[in-house]
């Protein structure tokens, strides 16, 4: 099928690469500048020690009309704001987008779009972007996908045709997995940043593990989780398992660009005050990336 | 007065240069390669732009045998163990100490000692240790005293006879000088060590200050505090006044010393489990220096 990617960074740059072996992928970039290298140099995906090039269209953002059956949004969450508008006026009730951003902050954006399928997706894939069109796979994982509202009948096309080491799999909660990487990332993500340490060492410093466990239990609390164990369990599975990687809002705070936090811990604050909960740690941790941002603007 | 030193760190060294102007001091040092340094070069004292040498009569701690009326003793909280004994084994019930630790867990260390006076003390002066024999007065405050037992007869002579620009003043309620040297310490030791910030930027990065805010209320609440705005005003006067400092805790971190946050949150979160209270923010920032202090050590 016809597919649209919108936004070009580690997510629309991997799946961009994977998904256009088997479909008709259209990249959209922020800057035609972005646009014309891929679309002159293609995308260089770098796993391990292979390297490949795949040919990939790319055009800039103004000029996607909906026009492709499925489009698939890649850009941060704080970025959502400022291409919705557009989303919605060239849907017209129809069309069919699949959003992938972190946190679960974008789900009140999205009960108001104008669309006849949207779909949700948590990636645990591990990314970088290395240039304009070069992407660094640095760790397989799947991209869980769920139905919002609609009907499924694109994804399920889509999970049966993704390519070899890159899984699609098609749940039916999108709660549940958004809940499952909002948890990982509202841990991992802030301590990982605020201590400018690698995921393993969260675990491995047994006093940092202990403000991961405190963290957790808020999380936790905040959440209302019932199966508390489980997902404690999923978060130290994924320091182990992405042990020597720096997460994403590490990344951003050491090249000095805005973090997820607002998506992430903004998110979890807001969901304390509706609860009427204090949330000190979160609030903590909030503050702290806050503050980390406002340094690096060099407003001090 | 014959006064006795003990440790040649900052503090040691610039008691030592200025109370020798008006008294004969022996300066108690852990290595005899240091004595050797005083005894032979004298106390370098940096204070702005000016630059002098007192000699000072230096010895190693062994020598060390309550032979002077009052011994001030200048070692961190957590080296008190180590030297109390030496302290009990001369002093037989007489003798006369003077302790100017930060936090507040050595006085239970304190009621146990067979010493005829004891007195505390709160240093308010900024000074870093250079090399062995150079101390730099970064910023002139007084030295808060008063009578923890015994009486105040040499106390008062001390003060009484203080050198130009080195004020001591005798206080009613040693309680009060600690607690409020301790809560400067517990909030700006801590945060600006976890920031990697000056003091400054604390209150001027308003989103470091919510947490400053968040971190003083825990622990007025946990010291039961009447006059908490009076303590307030204090800690962000002393991030005013040394503004572009680096605190102790940032210093000793950068350093990969060991840090006193045991003598400061430490005391803090065993005052709040006396009175069966929780202290999350306390409890992290304990966790989190102590976490940094670890990866230091090169554990991870």
């Known amino acids: 099928m016809k597919i649209a990617i919108i936004g070009a960074g580690a997510i629309g740059l991997l799946f961009s690469y994977y998904l256009n072996q088997k479909h008709e ?3 959209y970039t922020r800057t035609s500048d972005q646009a014309e290298m891929i679309q002159s140099r293609g995308i260089h995906l770098i796993d391990g020690g292979l390297s490949e090039v795949g040919k ?6 103004e000029l996607w009309v909906g026009a ?7 850009v941060k969450q ?9 989303m919605s006026e060239y849907s017209e009730g129809k069309g069919t987008l699949l959003f992938l ?9 999205l009960s108001d779009l104008k669309v006849e399928n949207i779909y949700l997706g948590s990636v645990e894939h591990g990314a970088a972007r290395l240039n304009g069109n070069t992407v660094s796979h640095n760790g397989h994982g799947v991209t869980r996908t769920s139905v919002f509202k609609g009907n499924k009948t694109l994804l399920e096309n889509l999970v049966r045709t993704c390519p070899e080491g890159f899984q699609l799999t098609l749940e039916p909660d999108f709660q549940e997995i958004l809940v499952k990487k909002l948890i990982v990332n509202a841990v991992i993500n802030p301590l990982t940043a605020a201590f400018r340490v690698e995921n393993g060492t969260l675990i491995r410093n047994p006093f940092f593990y202990q403000i991961v466990i405190q963290l957790f239990d808020e999380v936790a609390k905040v959440l209302h989780l019932k199966d508390k164990d489980d997902h404690f369990g999923n978060v130290v599975s994924v320091c182990e398992k992405t042990s020597t990687n720096r997460s994403s809002m ?5 090249a000095g660009r805005e973090t997820e936090v607002d998506s992430i811990l903004g998110y979890l604050l807001e969901e304390a005050q509706n609860k009427q909960m204090t949330a000190p740690l979160i609030y903590n941790y909030y503050q ?5 941002e406002y340094q690096k603007e060099g407003s001090v």
């Open 25 to 27: 992928v259209t990249l």
């Open 101 to 109: 951003q972190n946190g679960m902050g974008h789900l009140k954006l």
């Open 78 to 86: 704080y970025q959502l704001q400022s291409i919705l508008p557009q």
């Open 56 to 61: 990939v269209t790319a055009k800039p953002i």
């Open 250 to 254: 590490l990344k951003d705070i050491e």
């Open 68 to 74: 492709e059956d499925l489009t698939i949004i890649t």
């Open 288 to 292: 702290l990336i806050k503050g980390i």
